[in-house]
Antibody, heavy 120, light 107 residues
Framework: EVQLVESGGGLVQPGGSLKLSCAAS????????MHWVRQASGKGLEWVGR??????????AYAASVKGRFTISRDDSKNTAYLQMNSLKTEDTAVYYC???????????WGQGTLVTVSS | DIQMTQSPSTLSASVGDRVTITCRAS??????LAWYQQKPGKAPKLLIY???SLESGVPSRFSGSGSGTEFTLTISSLQPDDFATYYC?????????FGPGTKVDIK
């Protein structure tokens, strides 16, 4: 059974940092590109960024809204992807999903999401 | 960035109705379009990929069509489980972008 389990969400003050984790099982994590997508309450889906596989040099890319503040990494030995979020703003408040991009197909696996609230 | 639009934003329909949702891209994305279904409090679920290919396990009443800049998602006979919000997404180029969503509710 495929599982993506996010953790690490919570309440943080503006300007603070938080690191999310996404633990994967049931598929070949090391060969997969992993993405992060967020959704503010009552709003639509927003792509945050991605990290490719080792075969693709672990290349990362980010949305303009988070570039320079967020960093995506992965540990294939632990089947886990990470989203390090620094200099958080109130507008970063959202549910954060990790998801697997199946090349040519879209996002076939999603986690349950973890809520990040940025507030003083 | 490629902008995605959807119409309508809300759709009221009855069980058994045929439902069509339209998605438009601001520039050509070939067939690199996916459709997702999302229910409240849940993660999105992939329904259609490459504009018209049905994801494994998805009921055949869902279908997709289109290429270039205009796409449609059709539900041939709406079922109670289909009341949800539907999003299109382009994965032709980064940043990947989603449409604003279409909420299908009960008439």
């Amino acid at each position: 059974e495929v599982q993506l389990v996010e953790s690490g969400g919570g309440l943080v003050q503006p300007g603070g940092s938080l690191k999310l984790s996404c633990a994967a099982s049931g598929f070949t994590f090391s060969g997969s590109a992993m993405h992060w997508v967020r959704q503010a309450s009552g709003k639509g889906l927003e792509w945050v960024g991605r990290i490719r596989s080792k075969a693709n040099s672990y290349a990362t890319a980010y949305a303009a809204s988070v570039k320079g503040r967020f960093t995506i990494s992965r540990d294939d030995s632990k089947n886990t992807a990470y989203l390090q979020m620094n200099s958080l703003k109130t507008e970063d408040t959202a549910v954060y999903y990790c998801t697997r991009l199946k090349t040519g197909y879209g996002y076939d696996y999603w986690g349950q999401g973890t809520l990040v609230t940025v507030s003083s | 960035d490629i902008q995605m639009t959807q119409s309508p934003s809300t759709l009221s329909a009855s069980v058994g109705d045929r439902v069509t949702i339209t998605c438009r891209a601001s520039q050509s994305i070939s067939s690199w379009l996916a459709w997702y279904q999302q229910k409240p409090g849940k993660a999105p679920k992939l329904l259609i990929y490459k504009a018209s290919s049905l994801e494994s396990g998805v009921p055949s009443r869902f279908s997709g069509s289109g290429s270039g800049t205009e796409f449609t998602l059709t539900i041939s006979s709406l079922q109670p489980d289909d009341f949800a919000t539907y999003y299109c997404q382009q994965y032709n180029s980064y940043p990947f972008t989603f449409g604003p969503g279409t909420k299908v509710d009960i008439k």
